[in-house]
């Protein structure tokens, strides 16, 4: 039997997925030109333009970044049962999955709270300042519950993408049921050919949803890992592999505003905004790609990069947070008294900086142990 070995290229690729994300958002706070393509919220003569229409804005591409995340997380549903066979890998991540997830949004929606309470939820001030009140001045800007605050995260996050206090839980929503999607698909079909039909079947059905990419990734994990035979002849096709990959990428440089008539003279002007359906096409084709050129393997599976991975979990949880908190009180602070473009590089970097350090701390005291607890829970279920 073959063993599962641990992808350090995907967790790569995961890494670079989460900084779009984080990308996406602070420049939406600050140089929201870059994403909404109109004149008057532009800080810039033409970077903004140039870059927000060009396949440069892959660097802020944080919708085709979820995407990404997505697919990744539908891929590893199945990868340790297309790869040993092993089913209960299935049930027992299941079980583990509520548990891994929730502790860290707990903690993160009680320190919500708390900033709220204190006063210190300044992104409202500082979007005026920036001219982003359209994009991210409305967020938080109510009176805080903490019941409210925690019955989001244990179970409205979960059960309808509640995310009135912290605006990224939309995605624990999908993470939460599309991992137990493919896991029923392949717990009952995953050893006969039928796992095609469902596919299928559920690709069509999740068409104009973000449960297709979860799908996607476990059609990923399949072709790459118990693949037809003509499918493994292509994929060891470097060039093709290549192709492929710059397909997906093509796909995911799609600008994210969607809306033609704001990207009339740029090479997507003549292409229908078929955005979401780009970006999850995309992430398929690009995970697919990495899964067979060991070229980028090595890129993606750089020590920094899977050192970041241990913490982007708390990442994506907390950067919010911190943009609507720190990196406003920290412009508003300075906003006066210094350029604005070298305010916005020094803000971006103690942002990302105090988003790592604060990701290390729930990481360690939080994540971890939820981890062992939820190993614990799934050992004791799945041994009756």
Not at 138 to 164: D, H, I, K, M
Not at 195 to 209: D, E, F, H, K, T
Not at 340 to 366: C, D, M, R
Request: aromatic letters at 18%; charged letters at 10%.
């Amino acid at each position: 039997m073959k063993q599962a070995q641990k992808l350090d290229f995907v967790d790569g690729l995961k890494v670079l997925s989460c900084l779009t994300i984080f990308n996406f958002h602070f420049l939406n706070f600050f140089y929201c030109g870059f994403y909404s393509l109109l004149p008057p919220d532009f800080h810039t003569q033409f970077v903004e333009a140039f870059v927000g229409s060009t396949p440069l804005n892959l660097l802020m591409g944080g919708k085709f970044g979820v995407r990404i995340f997505m697919t990744i997380s539908g891929f590893f549903v199945g990868y340790r049962f297309f790869v040993t066979g092993d089913k209960s890998s299935l049930t027992s991540g299941v079980v583990k999955k509520y548990f891994r997830l929730v502790f860290p949004i707990i903690t993160a929606n009680i320190a919500i709270y708390a900033m709220m309470k204190l006063g210190l939820y300044m992104n409202a001030e500082a979007s005026v300042a920036a001219g982003s009140q359209v994009f991210v001045g409305n967020y938080n800007q109510f009176q805080p519950s903490l019941l409210a605050a925690v019955w989001e995260a244990v179970w409205g996050c979960f059960a309808t993408g509640a995310n009135q206090y912290n605006g990224p839980l939309w995605f624990i929503y999908y993470e939460f049921f599309g991992t137990l999607l493919i896991a029923a698909i392949l717990s009952l079909l995953g050893d006969s050919k039928a796992r095609y039909v469902a596919y299928a079947v559920g690709g069509v059905l999740a068409i104009r949803s973000d449960f297709l990419p979860f799908i996607l990734g476990a059609v990923v994990c399949d072709l790459t890992y118990r693949p037809p035979v003509w499918i493994e002849k292509l994929s060891k096709q470097k060039w093709l592999m290549w192709l492929l990959l710059l397909f997906g990428v093509a796909l995911g440089s799609y600008p994210p505003i969607g809306e033609p008539e704001r990207l009339v003279g740029s090479i997507y002007a003549m292409i229908p905004p078929k955005v979401m359906l780009y970006y999850i096409v995309g992430a398929a084709c690009v995970l697919y790609a990495v899964l067979h050129l060991k070229v980028l393997q090595k890129v993606l599976g750089a020590r920094a990069l899977t050192w970041l991975n241990t913490y982007s979990y708390g990442f994506y949880l907390t950067h919010f947070l911190v943009l609507c908190t720190f990196s406003s009180g920290f412009y508003l602070a300075l906003c006066e008294h210094m350029n604005y473009h070298l305010l916005a590089v020094l803000n971006y970097v103690l942002t990302f900086g105090l988003t790592v350090f604060i990701s290390f701390l729930i990481h360690k005291f939080v994540e971890k142990p939820g981890t062992q607890f939820a190993n614990g829970i799934a050992a004791k279920l799945c041994n009756k």
